[in-house]
C-alpha cells in the first residue's frame, strides 16, 4: 500500500472527499491507497461475489454483496478511527439503501455490515490476518472471512463479545461452515483457486 498523504486526515474530511474511483483506507490519520490486486486475487474476490449474489437470490436473502470502495469505520481511543475497505462485504438490502446519497460508502460505528472478507496477498498478509481481524472486531462485524492463497487455508471467525473465534479453518475439498450462510456449499479448494469455467456458468 501507498501512502498517498502525509499529512493527517480527519474522519470527517475523509468521509467528504469526492469520489475519484481510488480505493482507499483511512489509518491513524493518513490516507492508504490499496495496492493494485492481482490476477488471482480478482479471480477470488469476482468468484466469491457471484457465488454469494446467487445463494443469496436461491435462499431468498435479503442480503446486498458488493465488493471494493466500501468501508468500515473502526472505532479508536483517543485517535481518529480508522476505516478499513474488506475485499467484499455482506450488508442487510436496507443499510444499503440508506447510504446510497453519501458522498462516500461507509459503514458508520455501531452500524456494520453482517460480513467482511479479506484475500490474503503476500504484500498484505499480516494486515489482514492480524491487524483487521483486530479491527473488524472493534467495528463489531459478527462474522470475518480470511481467503488466504499464500497459506492456503479459508478461516472463518464469528465474533464473540470483543473479539473473533474461529468456526472453523479449512483446506482442500472441505466445505467451510458459515453462520450468516448456513445452507452454503463451497469448498476451500473452490475459493483458494476458482475455476475460470464454473465462475462463468455461475454467472449465467
Known amino acids: 500500500m501507498l501512502n498517498l498523504l502525509t499529512k493527517k486526515t480527519s474522519l470527517t474530511e475523509y468521509l467528504l472527499l469526492p469520489y475519484d474511483g481510488s480505493r482507499t483506507e483511512l489509518v491513524n490519520g493518513e490516507i492508504i491507497e490499496m495496492s493494485e490486486a492481482s490476477p488471482l486475487h480478482a479471480d477470488i474476490v469476482d468468484f466469491l461475489l457471484i457465488l454469494l449474489k ?37 450488508c442487510d438490502r436496507a443499510q444499503w439503501r440508506g447510504m446510497r446519497r453519501l458522498t462516500k460508502a461507509v459503514f458508520g460505528s455501531g452500524n456494520p455490515p453482517r460480513l467482511a472478507v479479506e484475500v490474503a496477498s503476500p504484500s498484505n498478509k499480516r494486515t489482514d490476518t492480524e491487524d483487521k481481524r483486530k479491527e473488524y472486531a472493534l467495528a ?55 475455476d475460470e469455467d464454473e465462475l462463468e456458468q455461475r454467472a449465467i
Open 140 to 194: 463489531l462485524v459478527p462474522e470475518y472471512w480470511i481467503i488466504n492463497p499464500v497459506d492456503g487455508y479459508v478461516l472463518v471467525l464469528e465474533l464473540a463479545g470483543n473479539d473473533y473465534q474461529e468456526i472453523g479453518r479449512y483446506e482442500g475439498n472441505e466445505l467451510i461452515s458459515s453462520k450468516l450462510f448456513p445452507s452454503l456449499k463451497v469448498t476451500a479448494a473452490a475459493l483458494l483457486d476458482p
Open 54 to 90: 446467487v445463494h443469496i437470490g436461491e435462499q431468498g436473502l435479503s442480503y446486498s454483496v458488493r465488493a471494493g470502495n466500501i468501508g468500515i469505520e473502526i472505532p479508536q481511543i483517543d485517535i481518529e478511527n480508522n476505516v478499513r475497505d474488506p475485499d467484499l462485504m455482506v
